[in-house]
């Protein structure tokens, strides 16, 4: 089992950026494509722009906001536990509905 017990700051602020422009563009595209919206050709794109450039900053200053929260509660209580297991996927694509733990050696599966 592993413990997160750190968030880089401007790790948290790119993947904030990025995930809030995604967001923003979608609904954008739904409001235009569903025609929720008037989209004049000529402010339309400049105010697609300017949202553009708002979601990343406040993309970025929220993500940076909560990674920055995020390391204060774990060094307070601990951070996240995860656990990860280690997939053999030649072994997987054989056998779909039997599984075995991934700790297991799979070569003993394979013995007559």
């Known amino acids: 089992m592993y413990e997160l017990k750190k968030i880089g700051i401007a790790s948290g602020a790119r993947v904030g950026?990025?995930?809030?422009?995604?967001i923003y563009l979608a609904f954008t595209a739904a409001a235009i494509l569903s025609g929720a919206t008037q989209f004049q050709v000529?402010?339309?794109?400049?105010?697609?722009?300017?949202?553009?450039?708002?979601?990343i900053a406040f993309g970025v200053v929220l993500g940076a906001l909560l990674a920055w929260v995020y390391n204060l509660l774990a060094d307070a209580w601990g951070g996240l536990?995860?656990?990860?297991?280690?997939?053999?996927?030649?072994?997987?694509?054989?056998?779909?509905?039997?599984?075995?733990?991934?700790?297991?050696?799979?070569s003993e599966k394979h013995k007559f």
């Open 42 to 55: 000529l402010t339309g794109l400049s105010t697609v722009a300017i949202g553009v450039v708002l979601a």
């Open 17 to 22: 950026g990025f995930l809030s422009v995604v």
């Open 81 to 106: 536990h995860l656990d990860f297991h280690l997939l053999n996927i030649g072994d997987e694509m054989d056998n779909r509905t039997h599984r075995e733990p991934a700790h297991e050696d799979s």
